[in-house]
């Protein structure tokens, strides 16, 4: 929120580094209202999730004296079958999605970043070999993997965010490498070569940084996927176990039953959950939108009211 | 272009053959500890952990193991239950049934929804109905669709105390009682693709428009009405009717989840029964059969594209 703040009277700054600042923070929101609020909702959501709880006078697995309680001044969201307070459960359930979410992320495009380099540099067979298993990752459908590799590896959080994080590396190489691929053909490129750079001192300080970008991205982008994956895990009954919450727990073992005297226990989640994954998907196309280079100047041409 | 066929259809034989062969080697991550839990479980008729091994084929060493399933494909068993001593194929087969007509029928319905929302978020673009379009859109793509059945099915219950019928009937037995049943879970399963498929047709038809030929027909005078549906439509519904292929892969996610809210008793709910009971074999034969019609839908579009598109011919 002190963001906004030098926005709202930029015209007191007439000169200096703070104008600038300020003209600057001014123009940057006025281009994409939309995307950068849904980044400051986001910031709101992983703050209240893993600072929030500390400021809550419940435990998110205590249970309580009222079981099913409708929201009221002492439980903000209502209290479940167990008496356990809902708001202090979402807010924790939020951590572990959010886990689940930003871990996944992390190590996909971690990952796809890395092996896209090493495949595409290697080159020759050991490409092609490369691109047959990302063909059969992509062939085999997500849930039927994750549910077969969740029952061998065991459900907790560690294992699904690194499952979907490792199935994600292995897609996105394919998005990777064609970046990778034209880079490599640029001018600068071969000027570094031919000024004698190692071929690892052209990958980390030519190429990393050009295609860093759409790694970024991609991985924003797909989050509310990883998300929505735990969730779906947690409703068949191999997500993460109870009594840890999730949001998708919260939503399928406790909530469902519920849903029509007792609303509130399904309202809570389901709102954060669809709230992240719709402001990760819109921040993700903001940040295609002025990231990525190859579409910068075609956003410009439409009119840079995005194209999602 | 049968070239092009031959050749897109020759690049699709290894991928099958290392498909089948992950999904021969995968029983190799069961740890041993799962081995004997599935002993513990009562319900198996199994012996002893050398029995499990054998008929999971973990004692034989990864090429004969690759060998004997490529040998079950062949005769078409995809080898042996572990617990009902049947094969595996006949399992699948009996369950498909109602999956397809869940999958063929969510597929026609967001084909034409997805196509026409994309289309009028596109051309109507930055106004009130593109933003509605779009806000839809992102909601459904956001909501899992476990909370969209559990809507489908109270909603009605609550303002019209209707609720849509809950047991099983096929298209086939009887049309209108398996109409009325496929009402809900092909809602279910269409909000989600037909979000999907309005964001492509979307950002496929905004591509078109800015293409020099459309400012050429409309600065040469034709009505909006025909610019639109003549040189716009037929340009970037090409590349969405491909795109529905690749959709499919998210259909079979989609309908596992909503079998099992609708408790249908197609491949989904099966899936999830057989990796509850640790029957591998199944589980093994499900997999390769979802990973085979993935790669062959992709197969298709590419040839598709290829008759659509000359340009992609040549590559």
Known sequence: MAVTAPSAQPRVFTSGRAARTARWLVRFIQRDPVGISSGVVLVVIVLASFVGPMFLPYQPNALGDTNIAAPSLSHLAGTDQYGRDVFTRTLYGGRTSLTVGFVAAFVGSAGALGLALVFTYAGGKWDYVWNRIVDVNMALPGLVLLLVLVTIFGPSVFTIAVILGVRAAITGTRVMRSVILSTKTEDYILGAVSLGASPVRVMVRHIVPNVIAVSIVTSTLAVGGYITAEASLSFLGLGVQPPTPTWGGMMSIDGRAYILRQPWMLIAPATMLTLTVITANMFGDFLRDTMDPRLRGASGRRGGAGSS | ?315
């Open chain 2, 1 to 315: 272009m049968l070239q092009y066929t031959l050749r897109r259809v020759a690049g699709s034989i290894p991928t099958i053959l290392l498909l089948i062969f992950a999904v021969s080697v995968f029983t190799r991550l069961i740890p041993g500890t799962a081995v004997d839990a599935m002993l513990v479980d009562s319900s198996t008729s199994l012996q002893n952990v050398e029995e499990i091994e054998e008929r999971l084929g973990m004692n034989r060493s990864i090429p004969e193991a690759y060998f004997d399933y490529l040998l079950s494909i062949a005769d078409g068993s995809l080898g042996t239950s572990l617990y009902a001593d049947q094969d595996v194929w006949p399992i699948i087969r009996g369950r498909a049934l109602p999956t397809i007509q869940l999958a063929v029928m969510a597929m026609l319905i967001s084909g034409v929804l997805g196509v026409a929302v994309g289309v009028l978020s596109a051309v109507k673009r930055n106004s009130i109905w593109d933003y509605m379009a779009r806000l839809m859109v992102n909601t459904s793509l956001g909501v899992p669709n476990f909370v969209v059945a559990t809507v489908v099915v109270i909603l009605p219950a609550y303002f019209w105390r209707w609720t849509p019928p809950l047991r099983y009937t096929s298209m086939f037995d009887d049309p209108v009682a398996g109409f009325f049943f496929f009402l809900a879970p092909v809602l279910t399963l269409a909000t989600a693709l037909s979000a999907a498929i309005a964001r492509l047709t979307r950002t496929a038809t905004l591509e078109v428009m800015n293409e020099d030929y459309v400012r050429t027909a409309r600065s040469k005078g034709l009505p909006e009405g025909t610019v639109i549906y003549r040189h716009v439509l037929r340009n970037s519904l090409m590349p969405v009717v491909t795109l529905l292929g690749v959709q499919i892969a998210f259909l079979l996610n989609g309908s596992i989840i909503t079998e099992q809210v609708f408790s249908i008793p197609g491949v989904g709910t099966l899936l999830i029964q057989k990796i509850a009971e640790r029957d591998w074999p199944v589980v093994q034969g499900l997999t390769l059969v979802g990973g085979t019609i993935v790669a062959l839908a992709n197969l298709g579009v590419d040839i598709l594209y290829g008759y659509i598109n000359p340009r992609i011919r040549l590559s």
